[in-house]
C-alpha cells in the first residue's frame, strides 16, 4: 500500500490563494457589505466594523473589555506545522493589534480528509497549538469541516483596559508612524510555490510569520500611541489607508525607509508577485498618490499581502523613543519609522 505521507499533495497545491492572500479585495468587500442591515449598535460595543478594524471590542466593566477576532485562511507553505504555526499566529495578532492580551483561542479547522493524511492534519494542528502555547493561551475548542480546500485558523480571544484600547483610527497631523515587520511575505510566498525561494528565504520567511505581536499591550500604554493596526492581506499600502480614512488624516510615507525582508526586491523584479497584490491596487489606488520615484516593482511591494504582519503604530513624536524600546525589548530589532500623519482627507501619499 501507498505510504499517504508520500503520495498526498503538497498543501499549497490544494490552495488557490495561500495566506493573507486569500482575503477578498478590499473593494469588492465594500461592496458585499454595502447595505447590510445591523441591529442598532449597544454603548458596550467600543469596536466594531465601522472602520474595518482589526477586532471587535466589547467593555464589560469599567476597568474590562473583551476582545474577538477570527482569522483563517488556506495554506501558504507545504509545511504542515508551519501552516499551522502561521495561521495561528496571525490570528492571534488581531487581538495584539487592539492593545490587548490575548486569553484563549478557538481552532477553525476545514480539511480534505480523504485527500490529506491524519499524520498532516495532526501536524497542522500541532502547528496552531505551538502559537498559542508561546503566547500563553489554551485552544479550548472548536470547529471542524471536511472541505475541497485546507483551511484553518483561530476565533482569538482578549482582555484589556478598555482605556488602552488601540483602534485603527486615531492618528493624528504630527503622529510619526513606526512599522514593526519588514515586508515582502507574499512575494516571498508565490516565490515559494513555483520553487524559486531558498533554504534561507524560506527560514526568513517563517521566523517573520511566527513571531507574534506581543508589543502590542505595551504599546498601547505609552500616552502618545494614537492608533495601531497590524498589516495584512490589503498590504501595507490598504491598511494604512485604512487609518488614513478613518483618521481623517493623510498618511505620507517615506518609501526608502520601508523595511523589506532580504531579496524580495529581487525577487519582486524577477516576477515573482501575487495576483492580491494587484486586485488590492485595483480596489483602493485611487486612493494613494504616488510619487514619480515609485516604481511598478515599489508599487507591488506596497500593496504585496502580508501573512501575520508587523503592527503598524501612529504615535506622539515624544513616545517614538519608547516605542521603538518596547519593540526592541519583543524582539523586532527591524522596527523602522516610516513616514508621518499630516492634516488632510484621508489619502495615502507614498514618495
Same mark, same amino acid.
Given at each position: 500500500?501507498?505510504?499517504?505521507?508520500?503520495?498526498?499533495?503538497?498543501?499549497?497545491?490544494?490552495?488557490?490563494?495561500?495566506?493573507?492572500?486569500?482575503?477578498?479585495?478590499p473593494g469588492v468587500l465594500t461592496g458585499l457589505l454595502r447595505g447590510t442591515r445591523m441591529l442598532p449598535v449597544p454603548d458596550e460595543l467600543l469596536v466594531g466594523i465601522e472602520t474595518s478594524?482589526?477586532?471587535?471590542?466589547?467593555?464589560?466593566?469599567?476597568?474590562?473589555?473583551?476582545?474577538?477576532?477570527?482569522?483563517?485562511?488556506?495554506?501558504?507553505?507545504?509545511?504542515? !506545522?508551519?501552516?499551522?504555526?502561521?495561521?495561528?499566529? @496571525?490570528?492571534?495578532?488581531?487581538?495584539?493589534?487592539?492593545?490587548?492580551?490575548?486569553?484563549?483561542?478557538?481552532?477553525?479547522?476545514?480539511?480534505?480528509? @480523504?485527500?490529506?493524511?491524519?499524520?498532516?492534519?495532526?501536524?497542522?494542528?500541532?502547528?496552531?497549538?505551538?502559537?498559542?502555547? &508561546?503566547?500563553?493561551?489554551?485552544?479550548?475548542?472548536?470547529?471542524?469541516?471536511?472541505?475541497?480546500?485546507?483551511? $484553518?485558523?483561530?476565533?482569538?480571544?482578549?482582555?484589556?483596559?478598555?482605556?488602552?484600547?488601540?483602534r485603527n483610527s486615531g492618528a493624528r497631523p504630527g503622529d510619526v508612524l513606526i512599522l514593526g515587520k519588514p515586508l515582502g511575505v507574499g512575494i516571498m510566498s508565490a516565490a515559494l510555490k513555483?520553487?524559486? !525561494?531558498?533554504?534561507?528565504?524560506?527560514?526568513?520567511?517563517?521566523?517573520?510569520?511566527?513571531?507574534?505581536?506581543?508589543?502590542?499591550?505595551?504599546?498601547?500604554?505609552?500616552?502618545?500611541?494614537?492608533?495601531?493596526?497590524?498589516?495584512?492581506?490589503?498590504?501595507?499600502?490598504?491598511?494604512?489607508?485604512?487609518?488614513?480614512?478613518?483618521?481623517?488624516?493623510?498618511?505620507?510615507?517615506?518609501?526608502?525607509?520601508?523595511?523589506?525582508?532580504?531579496?524580495?526586491?529581487?525577487?519582486?523584479?524577477?516576477?515573482?508577485?501575487?495576483?492580491?497584490?494587484?486586485?488590492?491596487?485595483?480596489? $483602493?489606488?485611487?486612493?494613494?498618490?504616488?510619487?514619480?520615484?515609485?516604481?511598478?516593482?515599489?508599487?507591488?511591494? !506596497?500593496?504585496?499581502?502580508?501573512?501575520?504582519?508587523?503592527?503598524?503604530?501612529?504615535?506622539?513624536?515624544? &513616545?517614538?523613543?519608547?516605542?521603538?524600546?518596547?519593540?526592541?525589548?519583543?524582539?523586532?530589532?527591524?522596527?523602522?519609522?516610516?513616514?508621518?500623519?499630516?492634516?488632510?482627507?484621508?489619502?495615502?501619499?507614498?514618495?
Open positions: 500500500m501507498d505510504d499517504p505521507r508520500t503520495t498526498e499533495p503538497r498543501l499549497t497545491s490544494l490552495s488557490h490563494g495561500g495566506g493573507c492572500g486569500c482575503k477578498i479585495a478594524d482589526d477586532a471587535a471590542v466589547y467593555q464589560l466593566n469599567d476597568h474590562q473589555a473583551l476582545v474577538a477576532t477570527t482569522d483563517f485562511f488556506m495554506p501558504i507553505v507545504d509545511d504542515p !506545522l508551519d501552516f499551522g504555526r502561521i495561521a495561528a499566529t @496571525n490570528a492571534i495578532s488581531d487581538v495584539y493589534a487592539m492593545g490587548a492580551t490575548p486569553i484563549m483561542a478557538l481552532s477553525l479547522v476545514g480539511m480534505p480528509i @480523504n485527500t490529506l493524511s491524519s499524520e498532516t492534519i495532526a501536524k497542522i494542528l500541532e502547528g496552531g497549538a505551538m502559537a498559542c502555547r &508561546d503566547a500563553g493561551i489554551p485552544i479550548a475548542g472548536g470547529h471542524t469541516i471536511d472541505s475541497v480546500e485546507a483551511i $484553518y485558523g483561530l476565533v482569538a480571544l482578549g482582555i484589556m483596559d478598555p482605556a488602552h484600547v488601540k513555483k520553487g524559486a !525561494l531558498g533554504d534561507a528565504g524560506y527560514a526568513q520567511m517563517i521566523a517573520a510569520t511566527t513571531r507574534l505581536n506581543k508589543a502590542g499591550p505595551d504599546l498601547a500604554r505609552l500616552p502618545g500611541a494614537h492608533a495601531m493596526t497590524d498589516v495584512t492581506g490589503f498590504g501595507l499600502g490598504g491598511h494604512a489607508l485604512e487609518m488614513a480614512r478613518g483618521s481623517g488624516c493623510d498618511l505620507v510615507l517615506d518609501w526608502a525607509a520601508v523595511p523589506l525582508l532580504a531579496g524580495v526586491s529581487d525577487l519582486a523584479s524577477a516576477g515573482y508577485i501575487t495576483g492580491a497584490s494587484g486586485r488590492n491596487w485595483a480596489s $483602493y489606488g485611487g486612493d494613494v498618490r504616488l510619487s514619480e520615484a515609485i516604481t511598478d516593482i515599489d508599487r507591488a511591494v !506596497l500593496t504585496d499581502p502580508q501573512t501575520s504582519g508587523g503592527l503598524l503604530v501612529a504615535i506622539a513624536e515624544q &513616545d517614538v523613543e519608547s516605542a521603538m524600546a518596547i519593540f526592541a525589548d519583543h524582539g523586532f530589532a527591524e522596527a523602522t519609522v516610516i513616514g508621518r500623519a499630516v492634516e488632510g482627507t484621508g489619502q495615502l501619499v507614498v514618495r
